[in-house]
């Protein structure tokens, strides 16, 4: 038997209650949520996780049709699928993330009013199961650069490091969008809008040398833009502009911080307003 | 050792639509707008607690490790309040409660299955939800299970079973839960009568192991078969707090919850005097299952034993039923006999087609010399008689303390 543990439970007061030591502790039920999530999503379909090569595909063929061959949006020399796919790509994990973790919560109101566990675990699951579907589309990327000549480069060793940064960016906006709409359930019809207007505020599918000079210190305001250009440089083999993504990480840590400080002030109330 | 020790604890809502905070974002923008009129009117001295409501208001007990303790009460008496607080689901607004023990929470069956999973996916994330280690399930699986009797069905999303079969998957895991203390609220409602008993053993299992649970119910008879010690909580407070039989009864006495068996195994606390005690009341329907439900048809048997202290006193029963609204349908007498000193059984058979339905208190009586009252002891158990199907088209109340089947003639004259 585990040595006794003690617990005290009282009215908490104050901002910053965070136990990192009780999230650790449910690591396997984070485990456990996110596999959920994952098998859900593409249960009782003929096509499964193919949906996401599907979906890949699909919304870069019309970019390209488009934004590349129509509007003639400039690629700096690569092909544009390749270009706007590789920004696309962690924008969709982003947009994802943000998405299901923001519902996280509401979705999951039957368990916050019956059993006790970190809430924050909720919101991390939903964000961790949209991994699966960026390693997917990321073989796909991978397979696509081969295809069209651009070819593999040392900087894919950043990748991870980028997806790193935009997960713990998309875990601090999620989480506290996902405490907003349990006290303010309007902000479940912000959300898309929300990351609509992101998208085009972040050069995805133009490259961020299209903003004139003088407006460009704008984009560093935008805590993605770095990160996504970071990847596109990484995917592209091209050297990456480091005082960009040194602002978007500055950003993601701020971010994450604010939205488990809001979280953990919103938690205490969950079960009551659910 | 104190497993649970609860130091004034209260939990204040907010009542009606707004709760705590304001429903929607625009409702937040017009009431902070509005909010300096309301404290201006609030200096006028409207009271600010117009729509709170105390779900608990200062409630102190410990629990010793070990100890199994019912709570009861009426809906809506903060029960399940106390054990969401205990189970740390939502917070006090006051006081403080400490925990010395891994801690398990059945506040109701099946949290968090999802109907797409299949049967075995579920066991292991309920198990999970449970606070059960991903190892400590796969060492039970086999086990969960066997008790669940679902082998044939295990790998077919939960969507497709029946409700029975789900709360039956449900309760298996939780059944093996080996918490320290353990919570649990009124799931056995659930089920059928075959697996509720199946439950009941597993929990009752589960407190000689010397685990402590807290147990709330408004099944009396599990309560009192399963709880050394009863709190009875109302309106937030505790009412009383003490040896199950001695609370249960004096809960019995406020509200009519079904109790179809009591025994007394301290003679100490049985009721009665140094002449005679009781020891045990049950009442069933007559015939092979005693958890049959009993309707306006069923005979009922109602069974007391008891102890004589007086070798060859001349006893005799005397049984009176009363309804809800505290009228006295019947008083039946036995006849006297001379016992010997030790425990006898006295019987008695209501006979079906006679009681309306409905639910009936039984108090009884023992009689010296078919005159000197030795022992009176109401409340003594509560059952209920069910209505059954009736011929015709009319389903409203039938009226009448007793609804006995007389005998009827119709012919054209």
């Given at each position: 038997m585990a040595e006794r543990s003690r617990i005290v439970i009282e009215p908490s007061r104050g901002w910053l209650a965070f136990d990192i030591k009780s999230l650790w502790e449910y690591r396997e039920l984070l485990g456990v949520l996110i596999r959920r999530d994952i098998k859900v999503r593409y249960s009782q379909t003929v096509l499964g996780a193919a949906w996401v090569v599907l979906q890949a595909v699909a919304t870069t063929g019309m970019f390209t049709l488009v934004f590349g061959t129509l509007v003639k949006i400039p690629s700096e020399g690569y092909p544009y699928a390749v270009y706007v796919f590789s920004a696309l790509l962690p924008w969709t994990f982003f947009a994802n993330a943000v998405s299901a973790s923001g519902n996280s919560l509401v979705n999951s109101s039957g368990l916050i009013g019956k059993v006790y566990f970190p809430r924050l675990v909720i919101p991390f699951a939903s964000v961790g199961a949209g991994l699966v579907d960026f390693c997917i589309s990321t073989v796909l990327l991978l397979l696509l650069l081969l295809i069209l000549g651009t070819g593999w480069s040392a900087s894919l060793l950043a990748a991870p490091f980028l997806l790193g940064a935009v997960a713990i960016t998309a875990l601090g906006v999620g989480i506290f969008l996902s405490a907003l709409v349990v006290s303010y359930r309007d902000f479940r019809h912000v959300i898309p809008f929300l990351l609509q207007v992101w998208m085009f505020a972040t050069p995805v599918v133009y490259?961020?040398?299209?903003?004139p000079e003088r407006w460009r210190?704008?984009?560093?305001?935008?805590?993605l833009s770095g990160l996504i250009g970071g990847f596109r440089s990484a995917f592209l083999g091209r050297p990456f502009d480091l005082p960009a993504l040194a602002v978007s990480c500055a950003w993601a840590v701020l971010l994450f911080l604010l939205g488990i400080a809001y979280f953990e002030k919103a938690e205490r109330r969950f079960a009551d307003i659910i | 050792m104190q497993a649970i020790r609860a130091e004034h604890l209260s939990k204040r809502y907010a009542l009606?639509?707004?709760?705590?905070?304001?429903?929607t974002f625009r409702e937040m923008v017009s009431n902070s707008l509005r909010a300096p009129f309301r404290r201006l009117r609030r200096l006028g001295g409207t009271a600010p607690e117009e729509d709170l409501l105390w779900a608990l208001r200062d409630v102190s007990f410990c629990v010793n490790a070990g100890e199994v303790v019912g709570v009861v009460g009426r809906n809506g008496a903060g029960k399940s309040t106390l054990l969401k607080i205990l189970s740390r689901v939502t917070e006090p607004t006051e006081g403080r409660v400490e925990l010395a023990g891994r801690v398990s929470s059945l506040l109701e069956v099946g949290t968090g299955f999802h109907p797409e999973l299949t049967g075995r996916e579920n066991i292991f994330l309920n198990g999970a939800i449970l606070g059960m280690g991903r190892g400590e399930i796969a060492r039970k699986f086999d086990e969960i299970v066997a008790f669940s009797e679902l082998e044939k069905f295990l790998?077919?999303?939960?969507?497709?079973?029946?409700s029975g079969m789900y709360v039956r998957l449900a309760f298996a895991v939780a059944a093996h839960l080996e918490p320290e203390i353990l919570l649990v609220d009124e799931v056995l409602a659930v089920g059928d009568v075959q697996f509720q008993r199946k439950c009941l053993g597993r929990m009752g299992s589960a407190t000689r192991e010397g685990r402590t649970v807290i147990f709330v119910s408004h099944n009396m008879t599990a309560v009192q078969s399963l709880c050394s010690r009863v709190l009875w909580i109302d309106g937030g407070g505790i009412v009383e707090d003490g040896e199950s039989a001695r609370v249960v009864g004096a809960y019995l006495e406020r509200n009519n919850e079904i109790l179809m068996s009591r025994s007394w195994d301290d003679l100490g606390v049985a009721p009665g005097n140094e002449s005679v005690r009781l020891c045990r009341v049950e009442v069933s329907p007559e015939g092979e299952d005693p958890c049959a439900p009993m309707t306006v048809e069923t005979p009922v048997r109602v069974a007391f034993e008891c102890w004589n202290y007086v070798d060859g006193s001349p006893l005799n029963m005397s049984m009176v039923v009363y309804d809800q609204q505290d009228v006295c349908v019947f008083n039946s007498v036995s006849d006297s006999r001379r016992l010997p000193r030790g425990r006898f059984r006295a019987v008695c058979r209501i006979p079906g087609n006679f009681l309306n339905d409905g639910r009936y208190r039984v108090r009884v009586l023992v009689v010296r010399e078919q005159s000197v009252p030795l022992l009176d002891a109401d409340n003594l158990a509560v059952f209920e008689i069910h209505d059954t199907e009736r011929p015709g088209g009319w389903f409203g109340k039938w009226v009448g303390v007793v609804r006995p089947a007389l005998t009827w003639t119709l012919e054209p004259a």
């Open positions: 490259p961020a040398t299209l903003v210190w704008v984009l560093h305001l935008n805590p | 009606g639509s707004r709760p705590a905070a304001n429903a790998d077919t999303p939960v969507k497709h079973y029946s």
